[in-house]
Each structure stands twice: as structure tokens, then as C-alpha cells.
């Protein structure tokens, strides 16, 4: 028998979607993509469908990925030793070679996979094709060797593609005008990728719920703030401790041109549609205005 009220239900999250649909259809989303997301078999079925939602209702999506712990696995399969400075994965030439085969490889390559398994084309590539991603040495009082930052972007190849109709999925690795590679903090990478686009959003997925009002209350969600009031939650303690720089580095993407950035849930099934296309939303929306 047809289940007429769960079939209207369905019809009426569809109708109110329509909005949503009609003011991001041509737009460029760029999605960081990590953390459960990534590595969560079942959360990973379910944003690779809503990225090629996105595709089919006429947004533009970029991916941009991380991959540490599979970075991890392989140095521990291969008895290298995995060391950290102050949250930085210290990488000499025999982990940089590895973390470039994981990333631009293995990780990349499935996303692609999984993406066109969904019936839509993608092309995977690293900030080095095309010379997507000039990058330098991350200047510090400590070495990390490898680690590197954005010193510019050329979106040249990442939009023949989009302008191709294929979704870039982009592995965070650059190289220096000597064609050293360096390994790159993907959260600004993406950053970059999207200031470089002039992306309508940058969305990061993430392990938190979104930016919470009070900590200790996971109701207290905040479902949009705008840029220019950051600062002051941060001042008075709002935003604190390991939120600081996630939202600095939101920030970063609005002062690069992006119009808003979201902190997302990526431990929650569908979470992408869930923000863009409801009107609730799930996340934490900086509103660049």
C-alpha cells in the first residue's frame, strides 16, 4: 500500500529545498572534506550523495580533502615514525613521500571513485597540476620540514573543470618554484582554493556540532554569526579554546572574498543538505556582511 502522508512529507522537505536550489544554482561551494566524514563508512556514503546533489541541482561543488590518519596507518605499516609539534605532522623527505602517495593517491582517488560511482564525472588532482598551488616553507622557530603554506593560487585548472562540468577533488600538496612538494594544512588550502574562486561558500566539516554559545550546553548552537562580530565573542570568551582557530580560519576565507563560511557537523548523516537546503540548517554560519 502507498504511503500517501510519507510520500506529502517527502514532497514538502522537496518544495522547501526550492528556495535554496534557486539561490545557489551556478554558484561555487568549496567543501573541506575530513575528519568522520572521510573515514566513517557510513556518514562518507551519504556526503558523497549530497555532493552530487549539489552537482545536479546546478551548484558547483570543490572538494578539498585531508587524510592524517590514513597518513598515520601507512607510516606505521611501513615502521616510519609519526611525530607531532604543536599539531603539526614533522615531515622529512621519507614521510613527505609517503603523505603525498596517501593523499594525492589513494585518498583522492577514491573520493573520485565514489563520486562518479554516484553518476557524476570528477577529476582528482593536487595543488601541484596545473601550478595550482605555488606553496613555501612554513617559516618557524622549529623545523618542520615539509609543511608548507599557500603562497599563491592559479584557479586556472580547477576552473576548466568546473566550466567542464566535472567536480575537482583537490589533494592539499603545492610545490615551491623548485618543484619541492610540501605538505599543506588542508582547512587552508581550502581556504585559498575558495578566496581564489570567489566562492559563494566554504564549507568545513568537521568533528563539533558548529560554534555553541556556552560549551556546556549543546542547545546553545549558534546558528549564524556575523563576521564582523568574531572578535568580540572571541574577547569575551564565547569562542574559546580549539574553536579560536577554526573560526580564525573562516575568517581568513571572508577576508579572501568568500561570501559565507559554515562549520559543520561531518559526524552527521546528510549534513551538507541538511544545512544548504533547510531552513534550520545544522551548523554555524559566518555571514560575511
Known amino acids: 500500500m502507498v504511503d500517501f502522508d510519507m510520500n506529502i512529507k517527502k514532497a514538502q522537505i522537496l518544495t522547501?529545498?526550492?528556495p535554496f536550489i534557486k539561490k545557489f544554482s551556478n554558484k561555487t561551494v568549496v567543501i573541506k572534506y575530513g575528519g568522520s566524514a572521510l573515514i566513517n563508512p557510513n556518514i562518507k556514503d551519504t556526503i558523497i550523495k549530497d555532493i552530487v546533489l549539489m552537482k545536479l541541482v546546478g551548484m558547483k561543488p570543490v572538494v578539498v580533502h585531508g587524510g592524517g590518519p590514513d597518513i598515520s596507518s601507512f607510516l606505521k605499516r611501513l615502521d616510519i615514525k609519526s611525530e607531532f609539534i604543536?599539531?603539526?605532522?614533522?615531515?622529512?623527505?621519507?614521510?613527505?613521500?609517503?603523505?603525498?602517495?596517501?593523499?594525492?593517491?589513494?585518498?583522492?582517488?577514491?573520493?573520485?571513485?565514489?563520486?562518479?560511482?554516484?553518476g557524476v564525472k570528477a577529476v582528482g588532482i593536487s595543488g601541484k597540476d596545473g601550478d595550482t598551488v605555488k606553496a613555501k616553507k612554513i617559516e618557524s622557530d622549529v623545523d618542520y620540514g615539509f609543511v608548507g603554506s599557500v603562497e599563491s593560487v592559479d584557479p586556472t585548472l580547477v576552473k576548466t573543470l568546473i566550466d567542464n562540468d566535472i567536480i575537482p577533488v583537490i589533494a592539499p600538496i603545492g610545490k615551491d618554484s623548485k618543484g619541492q612538494s610540501y605538505n599543506i594544512n588542508a582547512d587552508y588550502m581550502a581556504v585559498a582554493i575558495a578566496?581564489?574562486?570567489?566562492a559563494e561558500k566554504l564549507v568545513f566539516l568537521t568533528d563539533v556540532a558548529g560554534v555553541l554559545k556556552d560549551v556546556n550546553d549543546p542547545n546553545s548552537l549558534m546558528s549564524f554569526?556575523?563576521?564582523?562580530?568574531?572578535?568580540?565573542?572571541?574577547?569575551?570568551?564565547?569562542?574559546?579554546?580549539?574553536m579560536i582557530p577554526k573560526v580564525e580560519c573562516c575568517m581568513s576565507a571572508v577576508r579572501e572574498g568568500v561570501n559565507n563560511v559554515h562549520i559543520l557537523d561531518g559526524r552527521v548523516e546528510h549534513c551538507l543538505i541538511l544545512e544548504l537546503f533547510t531552513t534550520a540548517g545544522i551548523g554555524t554560519m559566518i555571514e560575511n556582511k
Open 225 to 242: 554569526i556575523n563576521a564582523s562580530d568574531v572578535q568580540g565573542y572571541i574577547d569575551s570568551g564565547v569562542i574559546s579554546g580549539g
Open 16 to 18: 522547501e529545498a526550492l
Open 86 to 118: 604543536n599539531g603539526l605532522r614533522v615531515t622529512n623527505a621519507e614521510t613527505m613521500e609517503v603523505a603525498e602517495m596517501v593523499l594525492a593517491g589513494k585518498i583522492n582517488k577514491q573520493i573520485v571513485t565514489d563520486i562518479e560511482l554516484n
Open 195 to 198: 578566496g581564489s574562486l570567489k
